[in-house]
């Protein structure tokens, strides 16, 4: 077992940015397998004596199977329910690592369940951490943000990129939300290729809306923020001058193993956060 609260906070990050990272480019899915051996390493070495460390060589995901697979029986939150599907997930993302292709639609079939053992280990390492489960433990700190001075194209650009559906825009010293559906709004009401070039600013005092932003505090528990964000995204800031440090959306709590048990993890991202057909 993975003893470190730190050790397992910082595994299960970089578990979370790979899988952004995939999300927007299938084809990075080797990224998030690395990052699901790194898990396993950690625990192999959390359980080996250091007399035996020497001795001990793992080759890669082969040698991680069982390590891993025993982890998540022992500490996930739902380990009956979630144990053999993780099992033959595990096995598959093995497969497909030693296969020789890794692009295309056997890459963005392999990104789908490399994310889903990704998840499985994500909720494992946050139970075992004993971590709060508040705003701090799930927000993204790299936040894209957009500006009054930027146009149309690039906000829709930035969204379209990075899978999102809101940008934080500060508009007269106060943080609204431009989201992708009232920008879709707009330019289907305005009905004009060349508003792509008009400036938010400008957009925004002819019709575009955006909406003043959700705020909750890091130290706020799941319930707590969800019922500040009513559904949508909201932010985080700090200091006298509201410093936007992260972004939290609805999403961010729905990353659990009943969702990648019923098979629709991927599709549960693209509807809730970014219907991004509106903006294509």
């Not at 003893?3 to 995939?22: D, F, I, M, T």
């Not at 009401?189 to 400036?199: G, H």
């Not at 009513?230 to 939290?248: F, H, S």
């Not at 961010?252 to 193993?257: I, K, L, T």
Request: aromatic share 8%; proline share 2%.
């Amino acid at each position: 077992m993975i003893k470190c609260k730190k050790e397992c906070l910082h595994l299960r990050k970089r578990l979370q940015e790979e899988r952004y990272k995939v999300l927007e480019d299938g084809e990075n899915w080797l990224t998030i397998v690395q990052a699901i051996e790194a898990v396993g390493k950690a625990i192999v070495l959390s359980q080996t004596k250091p007399t035996a460390l020497a001795k001990k060589r793992v080759n890669g995901l082969g040698d991680l199977i069982e390590p891993l697979q025993e982890f998540v029986k022992k500490h996930h939150p739902t380990a009956s329910q979630v144990e053999e599907d993780f099992k033959d997930l595990l096995e598959e993302v093995r497969q497909v690592r030693n296969a020789e292709v890794h692009t295309g639609a056997s890459a963005r079939a392999a990104a789908k369940i490399a994310t889903t053992v990704g998840i499985y280990l994500e909720d494992t390492l946050m139970a075992t951490s004993g971590a709060e489960k508040n705003v701090k433990a799930y927000i993204q700190k790299d936040v894209v943000r957009a500006y009054v001075w930027q146009n149309l194209d690039e906000c829709r650009r930035q969204m379209l990129i990075h899978s999102f559906s809101y940008l934080p825009i500060k508009v007269k010293n106060r943080w609204k939300m431009l989201s992708d559906a009232n920008l879709a709004k707009y330019l289907a009401d305005q009905n004009s290729n060349e508003l792509w070039k008009q400036r938010v600013e400008c957009a925004r005092q002819k019709g575009l809306k955006v909406e003043p932003a959700k705020e909750v505090k890091q130290t706020d528990s799941k319930k707590c923020a969800l019922k500040k964000m009513d559904g949508k995204a909201a932010i985080i800031t700090e200091g006298e001058n509201k410093d936007l440090v992260g972004i939290i959306t609805p999403f961010e709590w729905w990353v659990c193993a009943r969702l990648c048990q019923l098979g629709i993890f991927l599709i549960v991202k693209t509807c809730a956060t970014f219907p991004g057909f509106w903006l294509q």
